[in-house]
Every structure is written in C-alpha cells, then in structure tokens.
C-alpha cells in the first residue's frame, strides 16, 4: 500500500491507485510487515469512518473520510510530499512518546470553517486563519482526536492532545529529517470539496504497540522453513561483493585549479601523517587503517580509531 504521488495544494491525490514495484532500502531494514500494516490498516479505518460521520453532523453537509494508504518514509520525505501552506496539527498522544502531527489541506479547512458558520462551502480564499475561525478549527480537531483515540482504543488507550496548529511544515521540526515515520493517508469530502489529509505517526513509537499485537504461532514446518530461509539469506549477503574505498581526508580546491591541473602537478592534501586513513564503503566511514603494501600489492592495515586511542 505504498506510492510516492506529490498532492497539489487542496485537491485530491490517490497515491494508493497503480502502485508498482518499489525499490527496497537496505539503509532502512526495519519496516512494517504485512501484519503491522493491517493492523494499522483496522485502527485507521474506524477513525476514518467516525470522522466521516463527525463531518456530517457536525458540518451539515454530506462528508466522508476514507484510508488510501499506509507506507513508511523518512520524515523529510513526507515533508517534501506536503503542500505550503498547509494545515498541521501538532499532537501528543500520551502515554506513548513522540509527537502525532495531523495535516488538512487549507482549502479543506476553510469549507469546513465556512459550513460550521453556516456558509455554503465553495471556493474559499487561501489565507492564515483569523482570531475567530482559529478556535472553530481547534474545537473540530479536538472532535477528532477524540476519534482517534476510539479508533486505537483496541491497539493502545492514548490520550491525544492538541498543541498547537502551524501552516508550514518546512519550519516544523517535530523530528529529525532522517527518522522513520508512518503515513496514514485519507481521502476526504467535505461537501464538493476533496482533499487528501494525512496522520504522521513516529515509527519508534507505534512499532513496539504493533509487536504487542503479535500472536502468530508457527507450526514446526513453517518455522523450519522460515529458517532456512533466514540462513540462506544471511549466507547470500555475507558472499555478495562491495567496493570498498581507504582514503585520505578531502580537501577543497577551486574550479579554475582544478581545470588548469596536469600530469606531474604536486597537489598537498593536508593529511597528518600521524592520522590513520579512513576505510569507507558508500561514503560511510566503519574502519581506520595505515598504508602499505603485501608483496608487490598496495595494501593497508586496519587499526584503532581515533576516538578509540583517545579513550585509552
């Protein structure tokens, strides 16, 4: 249930319709099994459906709300799939840790606002909210964590808690760029207008209710099974080649010296002598080595870290 579709501002994005093949992350080994996802997939569901029917009653105008997808990115990902401005509730869902945050498109917020006055909804101007529509938003989002916490209640009994409402998500820093988030994406209709909204959940902290609801037992043939599977995977990689890079600290050199260099220019790279050179595999850095050679063959020899002589 994962696509990588980009919503324009306020109109309907199904980034679930003609998801293919995607590419695995071996930076990322940790992601949701088919389990986790349905079990998300049920609490997300109720919410949607209640939200649906809050809309109706409460907005007076026929409303729904419906789960397109649930997938697993970084956090700069989903920011970069975010429309500004925006809409975006910032939640704690006490007593698990993290931070929920909760986004709407401002076109939805608005003809939400504009009914709840008793307008007719149509189009409605793209601007920050003012001092009186401003609770109305918080009071409608306040309905709707309560639904929230009814549509987790089977998983975890959370306490969600509205903190504040920001417009845009590139100056939100509820987590670091590179941290694992879920998305939880919704088709939503209020009235004529149609949006998709979406639930941010921190991964570390919905991971370890998931694993709580974890009940399958294995019969001894499928665990066998799942053995061997495991050993012959764990023997695959072992045995799959990496290029491996020992290099020297970079330095920085300007485009004019580097167009004018040729064979038999000396170029200083300010490397200490008394530094080991860094031993790398796709730009990371996991070991520490001094040059040499074996016989005829260029060499180096693997040696503490820095940090590690340091501690010594």
């Not at 599977?229 to 920085?252: C, E, K, M, Q, Y």
């Not at 080595?289 to 940090?307: D, E, F, I, M, T």
């Amino acid at each position: 249930m994962t696509t990588s579709a980009t919503r324009p501002s306020g109109k309907m994005s199904r980034r679930g319709a003609g998801a293919g093949p995607t590419t695995y992350d071996f930076r990322k080994p940790i992601k949701l099994s088919r389990d986790h996802v349905r079990t998300l997939q049920i609490a997300f569901e109720t919410y949607a459906r209640s939200c649906g029917t809050l809309f109706t009653t409460r907005l007076r105008v026929i409303s729904s709300v419906s789960l397109v997808s649930i997938e697993q990115l970084n956090y700069d990902e989903y920011v970069a799939s975010l429309s500004n401005p925006t809409v975006i509730a910032v939640v704690s869902i006490d007593p698990l840790p993290g931070t929920v945050l909760m986004e709407m498109a401002s076109s939805a917020v608005m003809t939400a606002i504009d009914h709840m006055l008793g307008g007719p909804g149509g189009a409605q101007p793209e601007r920050p909210l003012t001092e009186v529509e401003m609770p109305l938003l918080r009071g409608l989002q306040e309905r709707m964590l309560g639904e929230l916490r009814y549509g987790f209640e089977s998983l975890v009994d959370i306490h969600p808690k509205l903190k504040e409402i920001e417009y845009n998500a590139q100056f939100l820093r509820a987590h670091q760029p590179g941290d694992a988030v879920v998305i939880a994406s919704f088709e939503m209709k209020i009235g004529t207008e149609e949006c998709v909204a979406s639930i941010c959940l921190p991964f570390n902290t919905i991971l370890p209710v998931l694993e709580k609801q974890e009940t399958i037992e294995l019969t001894p043939a499928e665990r066998m099974v799942r053995e061997n599977s495991l050993r012959n995977l764990t023997a695959g990689l072992s045995a799959a080649p990496i290029d491996v890079a020992v290099r020297f600290h970079p330095i920085r050199m300007r485009t004019d010296d580097i167009v004018d260099l040729r064979p038999g220019d000396v170029v200083p790279l300010g490397h200490l002598t008394s530094v080991p050179l860094e031993v790398t595999v796709n730009e990371t850095v996991f070991a520490h080595a001094v040059p040499g050679n074996q016989g005829a063959r260029l060499a180096c020899l693997v040696v503490p870290s820095p940090k590690e002589e340091e501690r010594r």
